[in-house]
C-alpha cells in the first residue's frame, strides 16, 4: 500500500512540475520544417561568411585535413568551403527581403556574402583564394560558377565591375588545368557555362565534351557511370545529375550550338537529363529508411547531405515526379537532417564543420577531403529558394516510402526507366 502511495505522489510531482513549466513559459516552441531549415543553414553559414566578409576566414577557421591527405597546399580547404557552400546557399540568399527572423538572416548572409565574393578575387585581401595552384580550384570555381548561375540578380549583378572582371580572369586562367575524363569534365562545362551567361569569351569545345562524355557514360535506370568505369557511390548526387542539368539549361537558354548538334536535339538532351534526374530522386527518396537515416557507401561519405542534392533541386526547380509527393519528401529530408545534424561532434568550438558523417569521424575522410569540402553539404537547402508559402512548405506532412512499406501500409511500386 505504501508503495503504491509512493508511486501515486511521484506522478503527482511530475504533472505538476510540468504545468509549472509551461506556465512560466519554457517549453519550447515546435517550430516549422522551414524554420528548421533555416536555421540550419545559418548555423553552417554565418562562421564562414562573417569571418571572410572581413577578410578573415584564413584567420580564423581552424584547417582540418585527412589523416591521408596527399600533400597539397592546406590552402584549398578556403575555395572548398566558400564555393560549396554558395552553390547550396544561393537559392535562398535570392528570395526578396522581408521582415521575418527567417529574412532577417537570410538579409545578413547576402550582405556577407556579397563582401566575401569581393575578398575571393581580391589579390590584396588576406582571403584571396588559392586560384592559381593545384588542379582543385576548377572544382570549387565550378561550385561558385553554380552560386552565380542560381542567382545571378542578387549574387553576380550587385558586384562591382573590378570584381567581376578579376572573376571572369581567373575562371578563364582555370584552363590551365586539364581535367581527367571524369566528372571533372563537368567542372569545366559550368564555368564555362557561367561565361557565356555573363557575356564573356567562353570555350565551347569544354562545353561540349563534357556533355558528350556524360552522354556516353549513361548507364541505365537513372545512373551515370564516373567516367568509363562504374562505381558504386554519390557522385552522381554530388556532381554529375546536377551540374549536367545546369550547363544543359545554360547552353539552351542561350540559344548556342554545340558542335554536330541542332537546338532541338539539345532540348531533347536536356529534357532527358532532367527525366533520369528524377527516376535518380525517386530512388534517393527510397534509400531512406523508416528511421530517417540512408545507406552509407562509396568514397567522399563525408559530404554528409550533399547524397540529396538532385532530390532537392527536384524539389526546388518544380520537377518531383508524381510518385513524389512535396509534403513527403520535405519530411523525409527534414528526418533525416534532424538524425544526422542531432549527432554531437559534426560542429567544431568556431561552429565550422568538422570531417565526418554523422558527427567528427576524421578516419572516414578520403585523401582529397579536408573540412571545407564537408560544406558540400549545403547542397541540401535548394528548397529554401522557394516562398515559404510555396506548397512544398505548406503541403501536409506524409510519411516517406520506406516508413509506409515497413508499417504495412500502401506505397507505390516502383519500376526501373529505359531512356
Not at 545578413?108 to 589579390?123: C, F, G, I, N, T
Request: overall charge neutral.
Amino acid at each position: 500500500m505504501m508503495k503504491n502511495k509512493n508511486i501515486l505522489v511521484f506522478i503527482l510531482l511530475c504533472v505538476f512540475s510540468t504545468v509549472t513549466y509551461a506556465k512560466k513559459g519554457k517549453v519550447e516552441k515546435e517550430i516549422s520544417d522551414r524554420e528548421y531549415w533555416a536555421q540550419m543553414a545559418y548555423k553552417i553559414a554565418a562562421p564562414v561568411l562573417s569571418n571572410m566578409s572581413k577578410g578573415e576566414l584564413k584567420k580564423n577557421m581552424q584547417v582540418e585535413i585527412s589523416p591521408t591527405w596527399d600533400g597539397r597546399s592546406k590552402d584549398v580547404t578556403y575555395m572548398e568551403c566558400f564555393g560549396r557552400l554558395m552553390s547550396g546557399i544561393a537559392p535562398w540568399l535570392s528570395l526578396p527581403d522581408d521582415d521575418t527572423e527567417e529574412g532577417k538572416m537570410r538579409k545578413q548572409l547576402r550582405e556577407w556574402a556579397l563582401k566575401s565574393y569581393a575578398h575571393a578575387v581580391d589579390p590584396d585581401s588576406p582571403d584571396y583564394l588559392l586560384w592559381r595552384n593545384e588542379g582543385q580550384p576548377l572544382v570549387d570555381a565550378a561550385y561558385i560558377a553554380s552560386s552565380f548561375l542560381r542567382a545571378k540578380e542578387q549574387l553576380w549583378e550587385p558586384l562591382d565591375e573590378v570584381t567581376k572582371q578579376r572573376y571572369i580572369k581567373e575562371f578563364q586562367l582555370l584552363r590551365r588545368i586539364d581535367p581527367p575524363y571524369t566528372n571533372w569534365l563537368l567542372f569545366s562545362a559550368m564555368i564555362e557555362s557561367f561565361l557565356m551567361e555573363a557575356d564573356a569569351q567562353y570555350d565551347l569545345f569544354r562545353i561540349h565534351t563534357a556533355v558528350r562524355k556524360a552522354e556516353e557514360w549513361y548507364v541505365g535506370d537513372g545512373w551515370y557511370s564516373d567516367g568509363e568505369t562504374f562505381a558504386f557511390d554519390y557522385y552522381n548526387s554530388y556532381v554529375i545529375q546536377p551540374m549536367f542539368v545546369q550547363v544543359m539549361q545554360t547552353v539552351n537558354d542561350h540559344k548556342v550550338i554545340l558542335h554536330d548538334r541542332s537546338l532541338e536535339m539539345q532540348k531533347k538532351t536536356e529534357d532527358l537529363a532532367k527525366k533520369r534526374m528524377q527516376r535518380f530522386g525517386m530512388i534517393l527518396e527510397r534509400f531512406i529508411s523508416p528511421e530517417a537515416s540512408f545507406p552509407v557507401f562509396g568514397r567522399s561519405m563525408t559530404y554528409r547531405l550533399g547524397v540529396f542534392q538532385p532530390l532537392s533541386m527536384l524539389c526546388w526547380k518544380e520537377m518531383l515526379p508524381k510518385e513524389l509527393p512535396e509534403g513527403q519528401v520535405r519530411n523525409a529530408l527534414t528526418c533525416v537532417m534532424k538524425r544526422l545534424f542531432s549527432v554531437d561532434g559534426n560542429f567544431n568550438e568556431k561552429g565550422f564543420l568538422q570531417l565526418g558523417f554523422a558527427g567528427h569521424q576524421t578516419e572516414l575522410a578520403d585523401w582529397y577531403s579536408n573540412n571545407g569540402s564537408m560544406y558540400i553539404t549545403s547542397e541540401v537547402f535548394l528548397p529554401l529558394g522557394l516562398s515559404a508559402n510555396h506548397s512544398f512548405w505548406t503541403s501536409a506532412s506524409q510519411d516517406w516510402t520506406a516508413k509506409k512499406a515497413w508499417s504495412g501500409r500502401e506505397f507505390s511500386k516502383d519500376h526501373a526507366i529505359h531512356y
